[in-house]
């Protein structure tokens, strides 16, 4: 089961910041938070992930709480390609020490409005 | 390198017909991920590999499921005796080994038993 929960849709007006929130309170010590998004058919498009400082890269930033139970992903100045689901996914290990898996809950459908 | 390859991209099938879909990662990534995603749901877990080995595989993976990843490289998912339940998006995913590592996915193999 996803170890996230996120509100299932958000607005956001074209060229404002879109901060889409997700909660993780049970996330481990060494779990990492990572960030994808998919639009429409496409795959799932890897924007961003951090551990517990916050991160920034050339698509968005990575806000993680010091208590590291929730975060939000900041995508400074939304356009309209923007619009997509956004999944925040807490990695967790696998069943073989050293192996890890990515589980998807539903995500955040984004819409960018003109 | 252009990324994660799946091929094809779009398969019909009848019921009770055997199809196989083909996943070429980033060159170098020795992990491997399949993931399933039906309409409105986020991707769900189905098997990863490490190189040649297949280290976890989801209940989700019924024994009509076989992976194969050969010689490390490129990996296959074939399934017997298709039902329409397994009409779905299959997805494939690559990354290095490592903790502070990221996943980069396909675009996906849709596949439609009628």
């Known amino acids: 089961d996803a170890k996230t929960t996120q509100p299932p849709s958000m607005d956001c007006a074209e060229g404002r910041a879109a901060n889409l929130p997700c909660n993780h309170s049970t996330i481990s010590g060494n779990e990492y938070v990572y960030w994808y998004r998919q639009i429409h058919s496409q795959g799932p498009q890897y924007i961003i992930h951090?551990?517990?400082n916050n991160e920034t890269n050339e698509m968005a930033s990575l806000i993680i709480t010091e208590d590291r139970k929730s975060s939000t992903l900041i995508l400074p100045h939304a356009t309209l390609r923007d619009t997509a689901v956004y999944y925040c996914?807490?990695?967790?290990?696998?069943?073989?020490?050293?192996?890890?898996?990515?589980?998807f809950g539903t995500g955040t459908r984004l819409k960018v409005l003109a | 390198d252009t990324g994660v390859s799946q091929n094809p991209r779009h398969k019909i099938t009848k019921r009770g017909q055997n199809v196989t879909f083909r996943c070429d990662p980033i060159?170098?990534?020795?992990?491997l991920y399949w993931y399933r995603q039906t309409l409105g749901q986020g991707p769900e877990f189905l098997t990863y590999f490490q190189n040649e080995a297949q280290l976890e595989k989801s209940r989700l993976l019924s024994d009509r499921f076989s992976a194969e990843r050969p010689k490390g490289s490129f990996s296959t998912l074939e399934i017997q005796r298709t039902e329409q339940g397994d009409s779905a998006m299959y997805l494939c995913?690559?990354?290095?080994?490592?903790?502070?590592?990221?996943?980069?996915f396909g675009q996906g193999t849709r596949l439609t038993v009628v």
């Open positions: 060159s170098e990534h020795n992990r």
């Open positions: 996914i807490v990695r967790v290990p696998g069943t073989t020490s050293g192996t890890y898996k990515y589980i």
């Open positions: 995913a690559s990354s290095l080994v490592g903790q502070n590592t990221e996943a980069f």
């Open positions: 951090g551990l517990k």
